[in-house]
């Protein structure tokens, strides 16, 4: 029933008999919508079935009611919409002569229901609360196919009526790798499909309808379609069965009336009449798309891997994933690594094989469980340390292993080798394991595909194998496999190439002549020093060019020049500076012109310069170097190029170095944009606690020659570097189907994640067989796959949401 007013009493149902011998079942006038009595016919008694907490749901909306009656226990239950909503009882028994039951009013008409009723129904027992549910569905609930175009109502049944409706489902592009016998043909890819058409039949049907409302209409339909080619996602199409509980929208990426009769005949009748036909054609995307529900979750943890699974996955094709992981340890992450399996997904294969969990081969083993280790001091010819064997792992796995190069030695080399069974080996390529790393470092060693067995157990075996020059000592803490079969990617923190905003020390060199020494005051920063070479034979504020000028000659080596310092002892920096030099007249490497960081003294330093060779033609070069009074001068590394000798030119030099002991080393010439990053790398020395966790910013310059050269410096700044991580402290990443993205550090906003390469997130459907999709994390507070050590575990939780998606129906 819908009631339309409230200002009098409703009769739902009543008898024949007059007032006060009929029964009858009211709405009284009470509250906004009135409440309930039920009269039993005996002198008007009133039986109170309900008080203001069952009223009438609402004017104007079609409401399902139910009452029922029981004589022997005198009770009377109310039900609306399916759920029961009050009770009343009453001793006193019908009026003998009540007369016939009747709908809308009882006796002569008396308080007729101001409304619509229909569905009527005598039932001669009770009903169970089930019961009462179904009916309700099956009458308000929905009894017709509900379609939405965006907002618009395409079957109301007030302004349109869907006279039919066709949802083709889309056609399906198969690649297939074709053979002799078609029998053994295979797909060469993932299947793909073509648009979807869902085509209506659409009579218009608007109360006391004219024409010209009826083209406004159809205009405003035609209108909605053309705006759905200008948005790129598509205008939902929005389906809803009839008499079912799913619900399934379509995008529609275009759309067009194509049919529009005029004729007063037959089927199509009805434009004289004001209430037109139109066939209407969406194009849509492939998929029906359902609503986002939450698949799977796990609770904070700090396990090395963290692993969620997501049973049940509705659909018959992959849904659209979005994990969400977040930190609960308030800790920033460089390095976040996803995967995923659904067919190789076996519970009890382990992500995390730790040392003493391995057959040692080359290798001895120390210690056990969490710390435990295999080692080997390698040589030159490949060597296998270790393996991981009889694991149930099967499909397509990245694997990473935590390693140490302990001691010794110029380099190491380490690389993974599978296989399935007894079958033949399959390598991973050599990876290098970065010098200067001391502590455990987590090596990405590469694909590792682990092929189903047909007959027997599934048995792969995973081998750690290694080489190096100079007899390095290597260990091996742990293996974890990550499996690629439903999705992998790998997001990573960068440091910000975007200008500083702020600095802890600028200079532009705008002083008076004079040296640099004497002291000048740096705008920024403090006053400038010197160490080394100072005064006349350090650097000099030329006021032509406006740099700091070192003219000085036969410095007594290119260790030996001038150490010009400015500003506070600072731990994570970023400086940067323009270095100019003029033909340098000899061949050789007599110059070493750069710019300082973590400067403590002449003895302690680091810095990245320019080391030039006076013949153009042969390789220049651009170093980065610590030294300690401990370990005295140490290149951490180096690269080559003509272009780092050229004169008279400016060569833009930018030095980063934060708490992590991870640097970055960045050049460009004739500065003009970003700077471009040359080589980085890590020192413990450099990390927090460190002989060089802090220290000034500034310059140097030596020239061991006695030939004449000027060299200019100018544009000196120095800024806290800023790190884009993938994840932020207390923060949320989230990875998609078409994006990844994070919550930025001040929070409620996100933006895309500075670095991201991997593959879509789409979850398969639990399918006949109802199988599990597991995903795994691994993330690290140190972006291990920059040359930085190992981090500690860090607890975060997880979350994986799921649009299921049909290729039918929803």
């Not at 190096?468 to 079969?485: A, F, H, K, Q």
């Not at 002892?569 to 500076?577: E, F, H, R, V």
């Not at 020192?683 to 002989?691: I, N």
């Not at 993330?779 to 930085?788: A, C, I, M, S, T």
Request: glycine share 10%.
């Amino acid at each position: 029933a819908q009631r339309d007013t409230n200002a009098a009493q409703h009769v739902l149902v009543g008898s024949s008999s007059a007032y006060p011998g009929s029964v009858i079942l009211l709405i009284e006038t009470t509250g906004a919508n009135g409440t309930f009595n039920m009269y039993n016919g005996v002198g008007g008694a009133v039986w109170t079935v309900s008080t203001g907490s069952a009223a009438w749901p609402a004017l104007g909306v079609p409401v399902v009611w139910a009452l029922e009656f029981n004589e022997t226990t005198d009770a009377a239950k109310l039900y609306l919409n399916g759920a029961l909503a009050a009770t009343g009882t009453h001793t006193a028994a019908y009026a003998a002569a009540a007369g016939n039951h009747q709908i809308g009013a009882y006796g002569a008409n008396q308080a007729p229901f101001d409304g619509k009723q229909a569905h009527v129904a005598v039932f001669s027992s009770a009903l169970t609360a089930a019961d009462h549910a179904y009916l309700y569905a099956l009458t308000l609930a929905q009894t017709n196919e509900r379609i939405t175009f965006g907002t618009l109502a395409l079957n109301d049944q007030t302004t349109w009526f869907a006279e039919s409706l066709t949802v083709a489902p889309p056609s399906k592009r198969l690649q297939r790798l074709a053979s002799p016998d078609a029998d053994s043909d295979i797909l060469a890819e993932l299947v793909r499909h073509d648009l979807r058409t869902v085509t209506m039949r659409l009579r218009y049907v608007g109360t006391s309808a004219q024409l010209d409302t009826a083209l406004d209409a159809i205009n405003d339909l035609s209108g909605r379609l053309q705006q759905a080619e200008e948005i790129d996602a598509g205008v939902a199409l929005t389906w809803k069965p009839a008499s079912s509980g799913h619900t399934g929208t379509m995008y529609v990426q275009s759309g067009e009336i194509t049919d529009l009769p005029v004729t007063q005949e037959g089927d199509d009748a009805g434009w004289f009449l004001a209430n037109p036909v139109i066939t209407v054609r969406f194009d849509c995307f492939p998929f029906i798309y359902g609503a986002e529900y939450l698949a799977g979750s796990t609770a904070s943890t700090a396990s090395r891997i963290l692993t969620l699974t997501a049973a049940n996955v509705p659909g018959t094709v992959p849904g659209l994933g979005r994990l969400v992981i977040t930190d609960t340890a308030s800790q920033n992450r460089s390095h976040i690594e996803i995967g995923g399996d659904r067919y190789g997904y076996n519970a009890s294969a382990s992500m995390d094989i730790l040392g003493s969990s391995m057959t040692s081969l080359g290798g001895t083993l120390t210690g056990s469980g969490a710390g435990s280790y295999q080692s080997m001091t390698v040589g030159t010819a490949p060597v296998a340390i270790c393996e991981a064997a009889s694991l149930p792992h099967l499909g397509p796995h990245n694997v990473r292993a935590q390693v140490e190069w302990f001691s010794g030695g110029t380099s190491v080399q380490v690389r993974a080798a599978s296989r399935t069974v007894d079958g033949p080996w399959r390598y991973s390529p050599w990876r290098d394991v970065p010098v200067n790393v001391y502590g455990p470092y987590d090596a990405n060693l590469g694909p590792a595909d682990f092929q189903t067995v047909k007959r027997g157990a599934q048995v792969s075996t995973i081998r750690i194998e290694a080489k190096g020059t100079g007899g390095p000592l290597l260990r091996v803490y742990r293996i974890n496999p990550i499996p690629t079969e439903v999705v992998y990617g790998l997001a990573r923190g960068f440091t910000s190439t975007a200008p500083p905003t702020s600095f802890s020390v600028y200079d532009t060199f705008l002083q008076t002549a004079g040296n640099l020494d004497t002291p000048k005051v740096a705008p920024t920063g403090g006053n400038w020093a010197e160490a080394n070479r100072v005064g006349a034979n350090g650097f000099q504020v030329e006021t032509t060019g406006k740099t700091a000028q070192r003219t000085t000659v036969s410095d007594a080596a290119i260790t030996s020049g001038s150490f010009a310092y400015v500003g506070s002892s600072i731990a994570g920096t970023a400086m940067q500076a323009t270095v100019k030099f003029g033909v340098l007249g000899v061949v050789g490497y007599l110059g070493q012109f750069g710019i300082l960081a973590r400067y403590v003294d002449a003895s302690n330093w680091l810095m990245l310069a320019l080391q030039p060779n006076g013949n153009v033609l042969a390789a220049s070069y651009l170093t980065v170097i610590k030294q300690t009074t401990a370990a005295g001068a140490v290149n951490l590394m180096s690269q080559q190029s003509p272009e780092f000798g050229y004169p008279g030119t400016k060569h833009e030099l930018k030095l980063e170095v934060d708490a992590t002991g991870y640097w970055r080393a960045y050049w460009q010439p004739d500065p003009s944009g970003i700077p471009i990053l040359i080589m980085d790398g890590y020192h413990a020395d450099l990390v927090t606690g460190g002989t060089l966790a802090s220290g000034k910013v500034g310059l140097y310059d030596a020239w061991a020659s006695a030939t004449a050269l000027t060299r200019n410096y100018d544009d000196v700044q120095a800024s806290t570097p800023v790190v884009d991580y993938p994840l932020y402290s207390g923060r949320s990443v989230m990875f998609a189907h078409d994006y990844a993205q994070r919550e930025v550090a001040a929070g409620t906003n996100y933006s895309d994640v500075p670095s991201y390469r991997g593959r879509r997130l789409y979850i398969p459907p639990a399918g006949p067989g109802n199988l599990t999709t597991r995903l795994v994390v691994k993330d690290r507070r140190n972006d291990v796959d920059g040359g930085l050590p190992d981090s500690a575990d860090s607890s975060r939780s997880a979350a994986l949401y799921v649009v299921p998606r049909y290729l039918v129906a929803p």
